[in-house]
């Protein structure tokens, strides 16, 4: 059994697919770890920080680590207030991963792109694989980059490195950290309170969604597919539902008959807006047979009683 460390566990993505990894390899295979001194999980946990290669590998050879996923990152909005010190983080800590995959100390690395590495001139409707990218967001900008860095490792130096360009990732777990898509996790959380709601994006905005379930259910996938089943180094389309602030609140309102919301865009909408409306990912089903479980109705039952659980709501509105 493949022994994996996850760095960056403790953020919106990790904090599920560490439970993803231990339900599948057993929490025993896995490693969770963050900067932060503890860490709240059902495995081992070290602080880790993704910009210090030593520790990295201390760590890998300490509990005789195979895999690496390495999520680590500065998410849109966030990073545009602080661009160097953002790009910094979001390369450099991969290029410390793909250089101990490069020294055959990791045998297989993830890393996660995103619809950010789009841009104004790429086609939004039904993006393609393989498309113009420019993207305008320092995010943008080392997700593109970093997804040119996989492939050069991979095809210079062999690396088994795997990637998926997720779409706004939606789940209950974790407050997203400074995404423009945040919006789309917030709102359950209004709702669950039946708080109103006020959305930083305009009602109509459009933009592809997934619920976290089927993007744990990727990741894990992608890593577990035959080699020679990934064609794509860089990093695939994955898509799952495009989906506007109007209609999530409607699909919302089914459940939740009083929540309100009122709208106030704010510097996000210019990322929005530069970024995909719907996404083709063909590719990805056809190389290594990707599902998607949740449509949008779906996943709002999905995420309200998951939240009620968490927050222990008594005066449940739905
Ligand atoms: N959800 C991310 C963000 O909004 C995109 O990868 O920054």
Request: glycine residues 6%.
């Amino acid at each position: 059994m493949n022994k994996i460390l996850v760095i960056g566990a403790a953020g919106q993505l990790g904090s599920e697919l560490v439970t993803g990894l231990c339900n599948t390899y057993g929490k025993e295979n896995v490693i969770a770890s963050d900067i932060h001194e503890k860490g709240d999980f059902e495995c081992a946990y070290e602080l880790v920080n993704a910009l210090d290669p030593v520790r990295i590998e201390n760590v890998i050879q300490e509990h005789d680590i195979d895999e690496v996923y390495h999520l680590a990152a500065i998410l849109s909005a966030k990073a545009e207030s602080n661009p160097l010190a953002s790009w910094y983080l979001n390369m450099d800590s991969l290029l410390n991963v793909l250089e101990l995959g490069r020294r055959k100390i990791i045998k297989k690395i993830y890393w996660p792109s995103s619809i950010a590495v789009f841009g104004p001139s790429t086609p939004r409707i039904s993006t393609p694989q393989s498309t113009v990218m420019d993207p305008n967001t320092v995010y943008g900008i080392s997700k593109l980059a970093g997804e040119r860095w996989c492939e050069y490792y991979n095809e210079k130096h062999g690396v088994d490195v795997r990637s998926l360009r997720y779409p706004g990732l939606i789940g209950y777990k974790h407050a997203p950290g400074g995404g423009t898509t945040d919006y789309a996790v917030d709102i359950y959380f209004h709702a669950v309170k039946n708080k109103p709601f006020e959305c930083f994006l305009s009602p109509e905005t459009k933009l592809p969604m997934m619920c976290m379930d089927d993007a744990v259910k990727a990741t894990i996938d992608v890593m577990q597919a035959p080699s020679d089943r990934i064609k794509i180094r860089s990093s695939y389309n994955l898509a799952a539902f495009s989906v506007t602030p109007d209609s999530m609140f409607n699909s919302i309102k089914k459940k939740v008959p009083d929540f309100s919301i009122s709208y106030k865009p704010d510097f996000r909408q210019a990322i929005a807006n530069s970024w995909p409306v719907s996404i083709d990912d063909s590719q990805a089903r056809k190389d290594w047979g990707w599902k998607h479980a949740f449509d949008l109705d779906k996943m709002t039952g999905a995420m309200l009683d998951a939240l009620h659980a968490k927050l222990n709501t008594s005066d449940r509105v739905f």
